[in-house]
């Protein structure tokens, strides 16, 4: 695999000049009503997920939870309790397998297996790492949706002030923000996600999950 057929995205904010490359990837909604869409990648976890969503509901935002197949067995209830609060759900991978480093038939199946398990149409790459072949394949089937803005607090190295900058940064309407429900993630998203909706519901934006 060469480096021109990849698409990377470890980017605090995705720059233009990749979007044009990127044809069959939704980076954003642009819209008139001032929604802004956060997001949440690779649970359902037994702890955080639950605290997530009762932050959510304290602020009544709505948001999309991007789901790990393999994750669900034993936090089926945590999923039925994220739809029947008005989020959505997507699919993140049976088994968050990286695009660049698997074969594109292999790749396919594993997205196509958690999607026998999540009932969605939206999907995100793991890593955001995914191949032009497979982001084409994909796409026949599902909306693939990456991201504005991440607050890359899967980052061990950042503090929980650096990813609220990170997820709080030149936010529009339409911006997508990437946080995750994981355990790698526990310290920085405690403490980043509350004060970053804080920020967001001051700006005049209302939180609404992508559309399915």
Known sequence: MTRKT????????????????????????????????????DGPHPELTPWVLD????????????LIGSNIKGNEQIVERTLSEGHHIGIHGYNHLSGWKTKDVEYIADMKKAAEQIESKLCRPPYGEITRSQAKDLSKQFK?????????DFDLSLSPQDCINHATDKIKSGSIIVFHDSEKAKPRLLGALEPSIKYYLEQGFNLMPIPA
Do not use: C, G
Request: neutral net charge; charged residues 20%.
């Open 6 to 41: 990849q698409i990377s995205l470890y980017f605090k904010r995705i720059p233009n000049i990749i979007k044009p490359l990127a044809k069959n990837l939704v980076f954003e909604f642009p819209n008139d009503e001032n929604e802004i869409y956060l997001t949440f990648d």
């Open 55 to 66: 932050v959510l509901k304290s602020h009544e935002a709505k948001a999309t939870f991007f």
């Open 144 to 152: 693939l949706i990456m991201w504005s803005h991440l607050s890359a």
